[in-house]
């Protein structure tokens, strides 16, 4: 079985959030299975040089975008065993960012048609299934249909379509069809890609691929509702059939405890006495009062409404009274940004604010808390919980989408369960969710049975590959 995995995004090339990391991982574990997957991305200029003199040019052609006919340069790497294909064009991608510019429209069409025309410089890979993740990608499968049907080497291409986050849609002007897409007025249609005045990538995606997954369960449900539906849950629900839930993992060779160069003291679920030493030694170094008894909370997170902050915020005053330390990583909105500064300067001793994006850092709040508070929104499936998890640090989670597909609350009673959680998005139930947290934290030997728990949770990428793959093969039989 052969796929074409494509993305805006991977990492270690490039990654702007969760998106990069399954784009690196889940590719990896599908090779491990025996599909022969190659991904392919653009070739950002902010790629490390390292990696950018690894690659070697395969061929160059044009594109047409509109009317203009566009260089395509196609390049490829191998790394951690998986082949990598690139789209060159300087004119597009050579830019300080990877997104958030005036024309992604224009150079997310002209990444779409590259990728097509691309498949006839491959080689002998000529993919069984195009897997395309997220709205830039969308107009993928639509494009497939539209203009490779008739061509021998496509014409049993499938195409799989992976949404990350509803939220970001690539919606823009109905002039898009016609100036660079070469879509002709039929495509601006409630069937196809019209989303009110406007054209949706998204939609494209959705409605012309011939499967739709999304990543969790609950999430698959969620987006078919107004609330998380995001102006497309009524096309979601009516496509229910050909909507899948498949949970993302974490990769354990990327996040382990045991093989850490970050963190102070490395650990395992069999040496949970030294995840302590972490917690020590970062007291000190925050200037908090150095005692292992205090529960330390950590929170790893963007600062954005989506992330549940408003819930924190309304009752930071209230955990701050609690004999309990705080520390954040991350940045985002400058409003919740202040907030967080404000904090910090008043209780110094008990919460420490971090607004930047450090690696290190992350690492070293997972060692070192006792606790994980990550109430979203809403997450389609998130991965900080889960990198919490794998290093005893308890998540505390409101219960939607993976989060609530991957956190189980701890019942003392039964022994079974890995965090804490709360149904209702109101910041009472945060604290009571917190408060029970707490609690527990006094019961040593339960507080142990829960570490070892939340450490021995499987979120592997096998479990979600094995998914896949199965999905895949359904998809090849139609
Ligand atoms: C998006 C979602 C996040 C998910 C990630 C990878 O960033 O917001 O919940 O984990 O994509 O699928």
Redesign the pocket.
């Known amino acids: 079985m052969k796929v074409l995995f494509v993305a805006s995004e991977a990492y270690p090339f490039i990654k702007t959030?969760?998106?990069g990391d399954?784009v690196y991982a889940l590719p990896k574990a599908l090779r491990k299975l025996g599909i022969d997957v190659r991904v392919i991305i653009p070739k950002y200029s902010s790629i490390p040089l390292s990696l950018k003199n690894c690659m070697e040019t395969i061929a160059t052609f044009k594109v047409k975008v509109g009317w203009r006919n566009q260089y395509c340069g196609l390049e490829y790497l191998t790394y951690d065993d998986v082949p990598y294909y690139f789209i060159d064009n300087e004119y597009y991608f050579k830019r300080p960012q990877t997104y958030g510019y005036y024309d992604d429209g224009e150079r997310f069409s002209y990444f779409s048609k590259a990728i097509l025309e691309s498949i006839k410089y491959m080689g002998d890979f000529t993919p069984d299934i195009i897997h395309c993740n997220d709205w830039q990608c969308g107009i993928i499968p639509v494009l497939l249909k539209a203009n490779y049907s008739k061509d021998a080497k496509f014409n049993k291409i499938k195409s799989i379509f992976t949404i990350?986050?509803l939220k970001s849609q690539g919606i823009f002007p109905r002039e898009i069809l016609n100036e660079l897409l070469n879509l002709d007025e039929t495509y601006f249609n409630e069937d196809a890609l019209k989303f009110y005045d406007s054209v949706s990538f998204m939609k494209g995606g959705i409605v012309f691929s011939d499967a739709v997954t999304t990543?969790s369960n609950t999430y698959a449900r969620e987006i078919q509702t107004p609330f998380y539906g995001e102006g497309l849950g009524g096309l979601l629900s009516l496509k229910a059939e050909k909507l899948y839930g498949i949970v993302?993992g974490i990769d354990y060779e990327l996040y382990n405890p045991k093989l850490d160069k970050k963190i102070f003291c490395e650990y395992d679920s069999q040496s949970i006495k030294q995840k302590v030493k972490n917690k020590l030694k970062f007291q000190e170094e925050l200037c908090f009062t150095v005692n292992e008894d205090i529960p330390m909370i950590g929170i790893v997170t963007s600062l954005v409404k989506q992330k549940g902050i408003d819930l924190i915020i309304d009752k930071l005053e209230e955990l701050l009274s609690l004999d309990i330390q705080i520390v954040l990583l991350g940045n985002g909105d400058d409003y919740y940004e202040d907030i967080f500064q404000f904090y910090a300067s008043r209780y110094p001793s008990r919460i420490s604010t971090n607004i930047v994006f450090d690696d290190k850092l992350a690492q070293q709040i997972y060692a070192a808390s006792d606790m994980f508070l990550m109430p979203s929104l809403s997450?389609?499936?998130?991965?900080e919980h889960l990198i919490a998890l794998k290093y005893g640090s308890i998540p505390i989670i409101h219960e939607t989408?993976?989060l609530k597909d991957t956190i189980l609350f701890y019942s003392k009673y039964t022994g079974n369960g890995n965090g804490f959680s709360f149904n209702n998005y109101k910041s009472e139930e945060l604290l009571d969710a917190v408060n029970r947290a707490l609690d527990l934290y006094k019961d040593k030997a339960s507080w142990n049975k829960l570490i070892r728990n939340a450490m021995l949770s499987n979120n592997s990428w096998e479990n979600s590959a094995k998914n896949y793959m199965n999905l895949y093969s359904k998809i090849l039989k139609k």
Do not use: A, D
């Open positions: 959030g969760g998106l399954v990350h986050n990543v993302n997450e389609p499936c998130g991965i989408g993976g």
